[in-house]
């Protein structure tokens, strides 16, 4: 069964702290995505990545970055968390071709305090 | 900058009944992604829709899109409970794949 594995589902951190979400596919997927998912706003494309050492800022960047070393492996890092990073957070893969259209991780919801 | 919209954003719907929700696009685009969340669950896919006129069907949901008129539709037939969720439709920009998503249609359906 393909999957895309967010490392933790409930996270709590308090404001100022440095946050790392990690996401990992076992799909061989060229590119991964980061959303954060708020009630009322949807989902806001914060970065994705397109390939190994490759990142593409998405609609909302701002206090966040990424990392990938790794084809399976997308992390997102919070430098310094802020109560209004408060969300959920999605991560997702898809082939170059997207014709499958993208697999999500279950999300990780973090709470900063 | 290109925009998804859906309408409605909440229905409430009893068993039975037929329904329809909207997804209109700013942009052209020849590529639609429709996905179901369950309360406090990820998205799953629903379907991939590839060119104009293109139209899939999955037991009581039928999707279908017209890239002339930046419309897709999701047909729901004779609802049901197990259809209760929230439903986003996405829309391909072209770069590295990336989806803009709409603001998501909360279903309730009604015994």
């Known amino acids: 069964d393909v999957k895309v594995t967010q490392s933790s589902r409930y996270l709590v951190k308090r404001t100022g702290e440095k946050v790392f979400l990690e996401c990992v596919q076992d799909?061989?997927?060229?590119?991964m995505f980061w959303y954060r998912q708020d009630p009322g706003l949807g989902l806001r494309l914060i970065y994705f990545?397109?390939?190994?050492?490759?990142?593409e800022k998405g609609d909302i960047p701002e206090g966040y970055s990424v990392s990938r070393e790794k084809k399976e492996r997308f992390s997102l890092i919070l430098e310094s968390a802020s109560t209004n990073q408060t969300s959920m957070y999605l991560c997702?893969?898809?082939?170059?071709?997207?014709?499958?259209?993208?697999?999500f991780g279950s999300g990780t919801r973090l709470t900063v305090v | 900058e290109l925009k998804v919209e859906q309408n409605p954003l909440f229905l409430s719907m009893q068993e039975g009944k037929n329904y329809t929700i909207y997804c209109n696009y700013s942009?052209?685009?020849?590529?639609l992604y429709w996905y179901r969340q369950d309360p406090g669950k990820s998205l799953e896919s629903l379907f991939v829709?590839?060119?104009?006129?293109a139209v899939k069907q999955e037991g009581r949901l039928m999707a279908s899109l017209d890239t002339k008129a930046r419309l897709s539709t999701l047909h729901i037939t004779a609802a049901v409970h197990d259809l209760s969720a929230t439903y986003f439709c996405?829309?391909?920009?072209?770069?590295?794949?990336?989806?803009?998503f709409g603001t998501g249609t909360r279903l309730q359906v009604t015994l």
């Open positions: 799909m061989d997927h060229e590119n």
């Open positions: 829709l590839l060119s104009n006129g």
């Open positions: 996405a829309v391909n920009t072209g770069t590295a794949s990336k989806l803009t």
């Open positions: 997702a893969s898809s082939a170059v071709s997207n014709d499958y259209g993208y697999t």
């Open positions: 942009t052209t685009s020849d590529r």
């Open positions: 990545s397109y390939d190994v050492k490759m990142k």
